[in-house]
């Protein structure tokens, strides 16, 4: 069946440092991948997408890589603030219906 | 311009009560789509809606039911209740399916549902 596997356990970084996440997903080829970023009690906020033919995305901060044929992708923060403490999530398109799959989400901590 | 707004943001019902839970999509958006976040777990996929129509719906009872409005609102009906249907509820709109498989979703902050 079709797994989204991100790192279950909490990350820890020193502030400033860069932050990298990793999502993993098996019996899949998704057409694109999405990254989004959710606070306790709130809705997640879609943060970038990555498309297949795409190695690498940028925006400010933030860089997502997508190896299809590692079938992973990783979303790295550089120069880390403790305000991007939050639970980042990534999802991709499922076989059918155009439903996105979600991976269960890593929480990040920066400490200052 | 307004983002997806849920009501109401809390909710306590009793066991086998009923529970609405309203969503308005950002305008423009015409799908919407339904979630159930239990503490701690990740996103549920419940029920997904466009142009008026039930399109797809996740691994849930008939209990969990809703609908799309002309205006493009929806509403999530759970009848019922269970004690585990304690949850935060999650409304997402998107632009049509129509106009690419790579439309983000934008969610509201949600329906935090008790059910004691």
């Known amino acids: 069946s079709q797994k989204i596997e991100q790192n279950s356990e909490a990350l820890n970084i020193q502030e400033g440092k860069t932050a990298t996440l990793t999502c993993n997903y098996t019996?899949?080829?998704?057409?694109?991948l999405q990254w989004y970023r959710q606070d306790p009690g709130r809705g997640p906020v879609f943060l970038l997408l990555i498309r297949e033919n795409e190695k690498e995305k940028r925006k400010e901060r933030l860089k997502v890589t997508f190896d299809t044929t590692l079938k992973q992708s990783l979303f790295h923060i550089t120069a880390s603030q403790p305000a991007d403490s939050a639970t980042y999530l990534c999802a991709l398109v499922g076989d059918s219906n155009y439903q996105l799959i979600w991976g269960a989400g890593t929480k990040l901590i920066i400490k200052p | 311009e307004a983002g997806v707004t849920q009501s109401p943001t809390h909710l306590i019902k009793t066991r086998g009560q009923q529970a609405t839970l309203r969503c308005s999509p950002i305008?423009?958006?015409?799908?919407v789509y339904w979630y159930q976040q239990a503490l701690g777990l990740g996103l549920q996929f419940l029920l997904w809606y466009d142009e008026g129509e039930e399109r797809n719906r996740g691994n849930f009872p008939p209990r969990f039911s809703g609908r799309q409005f002309p205006n493009y609102s929806s509403e999530l009906n759970v009848n019922a209740l269970e004690l585990e249907d304690s949850a935060l509820y999650l409304c997402?709109?998107?632009?049509?399916?129509?106009?690419?498989?790579?439309?983000?979703?934008?969610f509201g902050n949600g329906t935090r549902l008790t059910v004691t």
């Open positions: 019996n899949y080829s998704p057409a694109y």
């Open positions: 305008s423009g958006h015409t799908s």
């Open positions: 997402a709109s998107s632009l049509a399916v129509g106009t690419g498989l790579d439309s983000p979703l934008h």
